[in-house]
């Protein structure tokens, strides 16, 4: 079964710093990965999304993740934190050839920047 | 295009009584997924429907059950609702099987 580890329920950054957030997988098939944010009272929002190709994927608001098969990570990173990044983030892994559609989540991370 | 959206927003229930919420997909979308979101499980996978067919389906009571119409829009129903049924019901469509928008939930509160 697939499985996603996001460790740290809580990051505190400060403005202008870096943003890491760590998300690790479990599949035993080829894994879609994919990044969302959550802000209060609504629904996901997707980031950015892995499936094939370049390991290095960029999303929107200059997020950034890269999918490291060999320590089964997929971590989200931002150069620069803006208060606007606070949110919660998930992690999330979908499975290849199945025909149809389940995400697998991870628990979040809550992201609060600091002035 | 306009995005997934649900309603109603926000619902107030009570034990033991039934309910019934909709999704409707962006346009064209002919797959919607339903997930439950609570602070203790997190994300879970309700159901997958496509083409008016249910292709998964994750592991809830069968008190949970779905439908999708012909023009794609998606209902699901809980009866004999519990106190842990409170939870924000997302609903999700995707074209193709690697990307799934989110509509903005509903949040059931069942007292």
């Known amino acids: 079964a697939q499985s996603v580890t996001q460790l740290g329920s809580h990051v505190s950054v400060s403005e202008g710093a870096l943003v890491l957030l760590r998300c690790n997988y479990s599949s035993s098939v080829p894994p879609y990965l994919f990044w969302y944010v959550q802000y209060p009272n609504q629904g996901l929002q997707l980031l950015l999304k892995y499936t094939t190709g370049a390991t290095l994927v960029k999303g929107i608001n200059g997020f950034e993740a890269e999918f490291k098969k060999s320590e089964t990570s997929f971590h989200l990173t931002k150069p620069s934190a803006h208060m606007s990044d606070a949110a919660e983030y998930f992690c999330?892994?979908?499975?290849?050839?199945?025909?149809?559609?389940?995400?697998?989540f991870g628990t979040g991370t809550r992201l609060l920047v600091s002035p | 295009k306009a995005g997934v959206t649900q309603t109603p927003r926000y619902l107030i229930k009570t034990r033991g009584q039934q309910v019934t919420l909709s999704c409707s997909p962006i346009?064209?979308?002919?797959?919607v997924s339903w997930y439950q979101q609570t602070p203790g499980q997190g994300l879970q996978f309700l159901f997958e429907?496509?083409?008016?067919?249910?292709?998964n389906k994750g592991n809830f009571p069968g008190r949970f059950s779905g439908r999708q119409f012909s023009n794609s829009r998606s209902e699901m129903n809980v009866s004999t609702l519990e106190l842990g049924d409170s939870a924000l019901y997302l609903c999700?469509?995707?074209?193709?099987?690697?990307?799934?928008?989110f509509g903005p939930g509903t949040r059931l509160t069942v007292t």
């Open positions: 429907y496509f083409s008016e067919t249910q292709r």
């Open positions: 999330a892994v979908s499975r290849e050839g199945t025909g149809f559609q389940k995400l697998v």
């Open positions: 999700a469509s995707s074209l193709a099987r690697d990307e799934q928008y």
């Open positions: 346009s064209g979308h002919r797959s």
